[in-house]
């Protein structure tokens, strides 16, 4: 079997740089997902924020998680549960601008932390976008400038816990799906697994490492690549011991960003016969879609969006 693509970003400095982004340009074209290892990120902020973040579920989370459960009598499950996933979460806000200071429970330190990570996250983000742009044969800025609507990108963190679970074949933490957005930043736990994508058909786990971050697409960049890259359906299993900690960090276009085939990468043959595969949209438009439809494929939504059309993908 394949090995799942690991990327040091180092080496973009030295005499393996070529080598480097054709690994980046394969991982995107046939995984969806990458590895990061060297990214710039200090190890030890990422070990404060782990530490944090799983302080804060055991102080304020924690409780009201076996509350939950033992409310939908979900430990005493027989039939496989379809309708919600076993993970306590909530979500941070940084872009357009940031909810960290409305968020309950949360001390202040903490989100001092995830504010000071935040901002590295956006900006291996940008570097990322700018990269693809690179293996694309894009302009440097075009997939930044193509998110960045009126208003600049979205920008959030979902902070996620997986306690244990005693029905992981009844109840998965996360279901099947594929994310909406634009550029995905997932800091793991490096000990406890769960993270799986679908590859060939078959389900493959994402190796936990420590101190790395992993990378995916959704579907915003497989619309604007015109499927050269694509995004991937992927799920978290629940584990009977421990807890997984995921902090997964979506780099989104703005909600009025206009999302369409970026014009070089749809072939003259295409143009001519107006087969384009994928629509043109408003973004918030397809978060709308989205809501009801995550945890279904992709193809009906990019279907649907494209029976909103009012008018034909204009090709410059």
């Not at 001390?107 to 900006?123: N, P, S, T, W």
Request: with cysteine; charged share 30%.
């Amino acid at each position: 079997m394949e090995n799942f693509p690991i990327i040091n970003l180092e080496k973009l400095n030295g005499a393996e740089r070529a080598a480097t982004m054709e690994k980046i340009n394969d991982a995107c074209e046939n995984w969806g997902f990458f590895e990061l290892v060297n990214h710039g990120i200090p190890h030890e902020v990422m070990d404060t924020v782990e530490k944090l973040t799983k302080g804060h579920y055991k102080k304020c989370m924690e409780q009201r998680f076996k509350e939950l459960v033992a409310k939908k009598g979900l430990e005493g499950v027989e039939v496989e549960v379809t309708d919600m996933d076993w993970e306590s979460t909530f979500f941070l806000r940084h872009l357009p601008s940031s909810n960290i200071s409305e968020v309950p429970d949360l001390d202040d330190i903490y989100r001092e932390v995830m504010r000071d990570f935040a901002k590295r996250l956006e900006k291996l983000a940008e570097e990322l976008l700018d990269l693809l742009c690179e293996n694309l044969g894009l302009e440097k800025s075009y997939l930044k400038n193509t998110f960045y609507g009126s208003k600049g990108p979205n920008f959030g963190t979902k902070v996620s816990n997986y306690p244990p679970c005693p029905k992981p074949d009844l109840i998965k933490g996360l279901r099947a799906h594929t994310d909406a957005g634009g550029i995905i930043l997932l800091f793991q736990d490096d000990k406890v697994s769960g993270l799986q994508l679908l590859k060939d058909g078959r389900w493959i786990d994402v190796p936990p490492m420590r101190h790395s971050i992993v990378v995916n697409l959704g579907d915003q960049l497989e619309v604007i690549t015109n499927g050269k890259y694509k995004s991937v359906m992927h799920r978290v299993i629940a584990q009977k011991d421990g807890t997984r900690m995921s902090l997964a960090s979506f780099y989104n276009p703005g909600n009025d960003a206009l999302i369409y085939p970026a014009p070089a990468l749809v072939d003259k043959e295409t143009e001519e016969h107006n087969k384009q595969v994928y629509p043109k949209f408003v973004f918030d438009d397809y978060m709308k879609l989205y809501a009801n439809l995550k945890f279904q494929a992709k193809e009906p939504r990019f279907e649907a969006m494209k029976a909103m059309e009012s008018d034909p993908i204009e090709i410059a």
